[in-house]
């Protein structure tokens, strides 16, 4: 009998001995802190063959004559320094939901024609099931540019030369989902506005977008994304012009027309692709390569003689981007890519492609410090 009790509390004693680190671990897990932060910061130095955007008659004018140039440049291509800080917070939330914020701040400072600097800001707010294999997610984020350079126009109101810039809102919601593990499906409803300054609100614009897009993570460790969006853009600023329509004085000094409808219709397609690189002896190494097509079809039904920039012109602007991003220690990454971008114009007016054709180049190579 003695001999039973003890066989007893030796399995007792065991049980407590195989339970115990369950319950630590259990105890581990209960007690990971509610809130969560993140925080990275990026340098990076680009090169663009084309800063504002110039076609090649306006490339080739200021060539010939910089000084009596409209627009104050110092070059066409420039050096600029861009600086990203990127703090996030994870809040682990009743109803086993994961929500988290980030903020993102852009600076970019140009060498050469430092009157084009910007800044950008992003905020954003994302909440998802607090689960390994989650199925589905729900976000919202804005988007602001304070100010941003365009290039010098003529008003024609004021007779005199000024630079335009505008102000840049936009707000988004996002819905993903996925029915089996590689494959998100997502859909995207957006609004925003271009504002300019009291010399331009001719070019006041509020626009609509609606977007579909898929994404697929292959077990190869290849992600691929595409998608579809729909622009609807209105120039609620049109109608703030004076009665009279002036044509510009000169017919081969055509430009953007502040008495012209700029309302339009906008397709735009997008695809990437991504890839672990095995192969490259280092932590980690992926390659990407992205593609984007927008077609634009403006649809101002004044006459072409007092609209010619808008009336029944077509852009097919496109862009393509390969991308290389190395993992240089556990904190740091490298990425260096290419952006090729091209605008190509239909018009029934054969002098708004000399205006608005325009190719663009750019080189950049960006090193992002992961502090948590």
């Not at 992003?122 to 689960?131: D, I």
């Not at 989650?134 to 304070?146: D, E, G, L, M, Q």
């Not at 077609?295 to 101002?300: D, L, V």
Request: glycine share 6%; charged share 25%; proline share 6%.
């Amino acid at each position: 009998m003695r001999g039973s009790s003890l066989r007893w509390l030796t399995l007792a004693l065991g049980l407590v001995l195989l339970a115990a680190p369950a319950h630590a671990r259990k105890k581990k897990h209960v007690s990971l802190p509610t809130w969560d932060w993140s925080l990275s910061l990026s340098e990076g130095a680009v090169y663009n063959d084309n800063v504002l955007g110039f076609s090649g008659r306006d490339r080739d004018a200021y060539s010939l004559s910089p000084s009596t140039f409209p627009t104050p440049l110092n070059s066409v291509d420039d050096m600029q320094n861009e600086f990203q800080i990127r703090p996030g917070i994870r809040w682990r939330a009743p109803l086993k939901l994961m929500v988290s914020g980030e903020y993102r701040f852009k600076t970019v400072n140009r060498a050469e024609n430092s009157f084009s600097d910007y800044q950008t800001h992003w905020l954003g707010l994302s909440v998802r099931p607090r689960v390994a294999a989650y199925k589905w997610s729900a976000s919202f984020r804005t988007f602001v540019i304070p100010s941003y350079y365009l290039r010098v126009y003529k008003d024609r109101d004021w007779g005199t030369w000024e630079p335009a810039r505008f102000r840049n809102w936009d707000y988004e919601g996002a819905f993903r989902y996925r029915f089996y593990q590689p494959l998100w499906l997502e859909a995207k409803a957006a609004y925003g506005t271009y504002y300019y300054g009291r010399k331009f609100t001719e070019y006041d614009s509020d626009y609509r977008e609606f977007s579909l897009g898929a994404a697929y993570e292959s077990p190869w460790f290849v992600t691929l994304n595409a998608g579809f969006t729909r622009r609807l853009s209105t120039n609620v600023g049109k109608d703030q012009a004076g009665p009279v329509y002036n044509a510009p004085e000169d017919p081969s000094l055509i430009g953007d027309s502040e008495y012209g409808d700029a309302d339009f219709r906008e397709n735009e397609v997008n695809a990437s692709v991504s890839s672990v690189v095995p192969w490259i002896k280092l932590r980690r190494v992926e390659a990407g390569l992205s593609y984007k097509f927008r077609r634009r079809a403006y649809i101002s039904s004044r006459p072409l003689l007092l609209d010619p920039i808008h009336r029944g012109r077509l852009d097919k602007r496109w862009e393509i981007s390969p991308t290389l991003n190395v993992n240089i220690i556990r904190s740091l990454d490298a990425a260096v890519y290419f952006t090729y971008e091209q605008r190509r114009v239909d018009s029934p007016d054969p002098r708004v492609p000399l205006v608005k054709d325009f190719t663009r180049h750019e080189y950049g190579l960006a090193l992002t410090y992961m502090l948590k």
